[in-house]
């Protein structure tokens, strides 16, 4: 089979509002695709884990909570995964000044 014309795929229209991650959002509409949600993943020390889904505005560089349920589940799985792949990647073991090691992870650089 051969593909003629592939279709536009998943997007959505947002705002920028900073929702989720401390607001200052510039109120920009966007046209938010597959490839502009990342997933974030924060397990706390009880071992429970919750993700969120979110955007960084091109405009402002602000990035903007979207809710799960505006995102298909195939998209949330497959960025999911990408977030996990990061996370290896960028996990590293630093040494502090008390003598103790603590794991450090900054997402935002390799996105």
């Known amino acids: 089979m051969k593909i003629l014309e592939r279709g536009p795929g998943w997007n959505i229209q947002l705002r920028c509002t900073g929702k989720g991650f ?18 974030f993943i924060e397990k706390d020390m009880g071992g429970v884990t919750e993700t969120s889904f979110g955007f960084r505005c091109p405009v402002c560089n602000t990035t903007t909570c979207v809710s799960e349920s505006k995102i298909p589940s195939s998209i949330q799985s497959s960025k999911i995964v990408e977030c996990e792949q990061r996370r290896a990647k960028v996990m590293r073991m630093e040494h502090n000044y008390d003598g103790l090691y603590s794991w450090y992870i900054n997402i935002w650089n390799f996105l």
Do not use: H, Q
């Open 22 to 39: 401390g607001g200052g959002g510039c109120n920009s509409l966007l046209l938010v695709e597959k490839d502009d949600i990342v997933a």
